[in-house]
């Protein structure tokens, strides 16, 4: 039999913008009731962390490993918020070594990448607990439901409520809605959902709101940046050559050698078992086609230790792997919001009660933790006017 769930307002996604988002909520509407729901096994989305049931005893983030924030802007929302985290001991100041390689040597410079410019921060636990702690800081009466694995393909208005309708024929109800995801915004879903219309738009028909179509112009011209996550279970004993002891350690390659080796980036990351995770990333098309029609997942995982052994051949501080650590890999169809950004004056509709948060908002986190963070304190004011 379904079921039928009634809220006062629901939450669609479970990455970090949901959870800054229904934080603040719980924290200023102690007595609506709310429920989250996400398709994932747990909190985090892009910004999560793989507890494998195979390597028990490993945490590798296998998404954002940390997040900097750049605050151009001097936005006191944000800076205040950063402090509120840095406060309650959920984030400490990243000094993680980072190393920039070039064709020639190993240079290490500071801040010159998207996700290192700023101030970079370090999770005191793993990822995925961030997004967790931030919700738990605010539901003290155990006010918000959680949804795990349950994905909504379709969403209706009628005048009083929004109703929302998983993959399993459950039914969500609500007056108010947050889509802190932007997939059934996009036309990626009629892909990924099997469905013939974008889920917003069937709801709301062409000119019936101006702002929410303008917002899916805007996102019918926003890409996405595809990549793939090599997650390394190394053996017992590898470890560096030098006696380093901080969390995390990240390699960035320049572009001649991320050409070169497919690799953009490359965390080290130190498990609490003491042994040392790898985490590589890869935005290289090529190689990502290769694995997607790769017959044999084991020759592509001999590929990827080949090119980490050519790549720290003579490094001072990596030891090269040995071709049985065990890998695996994990493909994000869109790890990155790209191109055209949202404007942030078109998050939220007031006829249709219905606001938007993420990381395809636009300013200087776009496309990163930064963003998802401000907009998601942005639209927490915006929402509170809506709901008085
Ligand atoms: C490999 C990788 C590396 C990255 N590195 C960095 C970095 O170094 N620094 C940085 O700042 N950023 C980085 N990013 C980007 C960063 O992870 C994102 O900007 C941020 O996590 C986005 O958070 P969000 O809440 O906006 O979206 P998301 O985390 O995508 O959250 C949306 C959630 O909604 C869920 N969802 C979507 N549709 C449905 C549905 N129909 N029903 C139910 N649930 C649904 C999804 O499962 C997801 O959990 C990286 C991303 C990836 C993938």
Not at 178 to 186: E, G, P, R, Y
């Amino acid at each position: 039999m379904k079921s039928y769930f009634t809220y006062d307002l629901l939450i669609i996604g479970g990455g970090i913008s949901a959870c800054v988002f229904a934080s603040k909520y719980l924290k200023n509407n102690i007595t609506k009731k709310i429920a989250l729901i996400e398709i994932g096994r747990g909190l985090g989305g892009r910004s999560s962390t793989r507890i494998s049931k195979r390597f028990e005893g490993w945490k590798l983030n296998h998404g954002s490993p940390n997040f900097n924030i750049s605050n151009s802007k001097n936005n006191l929302l944000l800076k205040t918020y950063i402090d509120e985290l840095l406060e309650n001991k959920f984030i400490k100041i990243d000094d993680s070594d980072i190393f920039f390689l070039n064709e020639d040597s190993n240079l290490k410079t500071q801040n010159n990448s998207e996700f290192s410019c700023g101030v970079n921060y370090l999770s005191l636990d793993s990822m995925s607990q961030f997004s967790q702690k931030i919700i738990e800081s605010n539901n003290l009466k155990g006010k918000i439901n959680f949804y795990f694995e349950t994905l909504i393909v379709d969403m209706k208005f009628n005048d009083k409520e929004w109703v929302l309708t998983s993959k399993n024929g459950d039914k969500f109800k609500s007056k108010y809605l947050i889509c802190a995801t932007n997939l059934l915004l996009h036309k990626r879903s009629l892909k990924i959902l099997n469905i013939n219309q974008i889920p917003l738009r069937k709801a709301i028909p062409i000119n019936y709101d101006k702002k929410i179509d303008m917002l899916l112009n805007f996102l019918e011209k926003q890409t996405f940046i595809p990549r793939l996550t090599f997650l390394i279970y190394t053996n017992k004993n590898y470890s560096y050559k030098d006696f380093y002891s901080k969390k995390q350690r990240y390699f960035y390659l320049k572009n001649k050698l991320e050409k070169k080796y497919r690799f953009e980036r490359i965390i080290f990351q130190q498990q609490d078992n003491n042994k040392l995770g790898i985490v590589v990333h890869s935005k290289n098309i090529e190689f990502i086609n290769s694995y997607l029609n790769s017959k044999d997942e084991e020759v592509f995982k001999q590929k990827i230790i080949t090119n980490f052994n050519k790549l720290f051949d003579e490094n001072s501080v990596v030891n090269k792997l040995t071709f049985d650590e065990k890998i695996s890999i994990m493909k994000w169809r869109a790890s990155q919001p790209s191109g055209i950004a949202v404007p942030l004056s078109l998050q939220v509709s007031r006829k249709y009660r219905i606001g938007f948060c993420g990381d395809w908002f636009e300013g200087d986190g776009f496309g990163r933790i930064e963003g998802s963070i401000l907009s998601a304190l942005i639209l927490e004011k915006k929402f509170n006017d809506l709901i008085k």
